[in-house]
Structure formats: C-alpha cells, structure tokens
C-alpha cells in the first residue's frame, strides 16, 4: 500500500477540509449544460445488463453475474479487509468476520440468506466477507436523488450514487479508494419471473439490496443513507445481539420493489416498516403528483415531503440531510442542485437536463461511481460510469 494515505481523514484530506471552511464552495462551478449523451472527462462509461432468474433457487441467482465479476469483487473485499487491518493490525476484525459474522447468515431473512451462500460459493470469497459487504452499504452511502414532473405530466427519477467515504484516500491519484474500485463491479440488473420483468435496478456486483430501482409502469425507487446518532451501527449492534425487528434498508427495497403492487403500496411499507437503519426513501410514481422524500427514523416516519404542482413543488431532492435543516457546510449538494433544477424550468424539464444537474460540481465529486436516469414508463433506466476530474470536491 505504499503511497497509499490510510486514515480516517489522511492530512491530504484535512487540508481540503480546512479549505472548505475558509472558502466559499471552493469547487463549484456553473451549471453544466449539453452534457448528455455521455462523453468527455466526466463519463468513465457504460455498465453491463445481467438478467437475475428469480424461478432460480436463491443459492443460484447470481451465478453468472459472479461468474463474471469475482476477480473485481475480490478486489473490493480484499480493499475492505486492507483498511480494517491498518486500524486493527492484529488483523482479529478480518478474523471475526471470517469465523463469527458467517454464523449470522442464517438469522438474515430467506431469500436473502441463501442468495449470500450462493455468491460465497460461486466467488470463493467466505461467507463472512460477503455479508460484510453487504452491511457495507446500509451505513456508507452518500447520494443524491432527485424526483421531477414536467409540464406534461411525466415524471423522472435520476440520482448520483456517492460510494466511499473515509474508506481509504489515494494520495498519488487524488482519489478514494474504494469508490474507484467499485466502478468495474457497478451493473444493470433486470430481475425476471417467468421470462418477464419484475423490475430493473443498478447494482454492485454481489451486494443483493436494492438502492436504485424502478418497477415497470408503476414506480421508482431510490435510497440514500441519513446521517443520525440512532445510526445504522445502532441497528446493526442490536441484530447481533439477537434484537431482530428491523428490516435492512437494502432488503425493504428489494422487497418493496418485487412486490409492491402500487406507488401507494410501496409510499406505505417504506414509511411505517422498522429499520435497521435511518433513511431516505426517494420515490417516484407514474401519476402527476405521484413523487415524495420519506424521511425515516429506525423506528418511526419524521416526513414526507411530497410533490404538489399547484403550490409550485414540481421536484423533491434528496442528498443526505434532513429537508428542514442546513445542509453540513462541507457538503452542500443540496443548494447548488436546486439552483441547476431551476435554472433548467419545468418546461424544459428531461432525463438530460437532469443528468446536465448531476454532472455539475460538487453534486458530481470524487466520491461519485454512477449516475441512474429513470422513467417509470416500461421501465426505463440507464446508467453511466463517473469521473470528477481536479479541481473536484473530495465529497
């Protein structure tokens, strides 16, 4: 790992911190136009499509896109294991995962359990490591979302996937580590019953929760994680300890998504079902007015912040802070969002025009891996690789 700045905050990163608090949005810019179809410095390119079989036993779901993907997922976990070994050298948090957390597989709810048996056998990595990996991202993710009606009626959903932060910092490439290891492992999956589309979502190969996705012709989903002293450690803590009410956020959505008959149906289970974790549910419907940012505690709904077009609120954004307070001053992404949206209109509201808005810095930083652009109508989704080149905010 030489040349590698392993800390929580290397001095490379306090230093940007310490920039940010003196200077006002030291990286941002203007708000990016015609950057759609993807192309230049800023599209890292385009990911791959894998059908997941659900009339396939659990255990054998994933096997092709592993197949496919275990050398890149080796690489992320073994990423996992490096920086757990530099805060631990002992090298006994690697070995609780392999021989304690392996035992906790079976209290997870099926199919989930055996999907994760199914990924240990077919990448070679142990089982333990994979439902780390897992965990990983009920408590680490950091996006953007954003829900918009235009003038017609129809409704988009895009969103900045924000994956990595204090997991490493590459000082020679100016980097986080880990977010640009996750970009090879980043696919599109359409997950199918009876030869037919349940519904799509964009996924890291070998995580099986849900935190982007769209149901055919009815709704779209996104979920960012909320910052919270009740966190997801909290919750996490709790399952290990035998206190299993919670749902894993990743695994509501996954479940919501495969099952949720309507925009209403799935608006009630992400608003009143236990969680592990605090969250954000960013969802999206196929009427006018169908479109909301849940704001969920562990254990109960704090808000709902829904599309109105009448009272002029033709879109809901999402970072990952609560609506009715300031965003942390060292990641406003929230403010110069909104200023791209309107700026953009209603009327020349698009799934490009969209993307123009993700594309601008700081809502596109270095912790970026993809952007998903979703219409509701026959599921339409597309997703793209990142890159923020220097000057780019490190998050």
Known sequence: MEGWGWALLCPAALLVVAELVWAPDPYGEECRTKTYPPSGPTFKGNVPTYIINLDLPPSKRWD?????????????VQNIKDIANTFFPSGKVVDIVDKKIVHLTDTLPYPFNEELKGIANSSGIPLGEIVIFNIFYEIFTVCTSIVAEDKTGKLYH????????????????????????????????DFQRNNKTVFKSTNFAGYIGMVSGVKPDLFTLTMNE?????????????????RRDGMWMGFLTRTILENATSYQDAKDKLAKTRL???????????????????????????????????????????TNY?????????????TPAMKCLNQTTQENLSLPAIYDVLSTKPVLNKLTVCTTLMEVDNGHTETYLRECPDPCSPW
């Not at 092709?64 to 992320?76: A, F, G, S």
């Not at 969103?159 to 970009?183: A, C, H, I, Q, Y």
């Not at 307070?325 to 060292?330: A, N």
């Open 226 to 242: 909320r910052f919270s002293l009740d966190g997801g450690y909290v919750g996490i803590f709790e399952w290990f300890l035998g």
């Open 158 to 189: 895009a969103r900045n996937l924000d994956f990595g932060l204090f997991l490493g910092w590459d000082v020679k490439n100016n980097s986080w580590t880990l977010t640009r290891e996750l970009k090879p492992i980043v696919v599109s999956l």
């Open 322 to 334: 609560d609506r009715w307070k300031p965003p942390l001053i060292l990641d406003n992404r929230r």
């Open 276 to 318: 592990l974790a605090p969250a954000y549910f960013i969802l999206g419907g196929k009427k006018s007015g169908e479109g909301c940012v849940i704001t969920r505690s562990r254990t109960a709904t704090l808000d709902i912040w829904d599309l109105d077009i009448q009272k002029g609120t033709w879109y809901v954004i999402e």
């Open 64 to 76: 092709n896109l592993i197949r496919d993907k275990k050398t890149e997922l080796k690489t992320v």
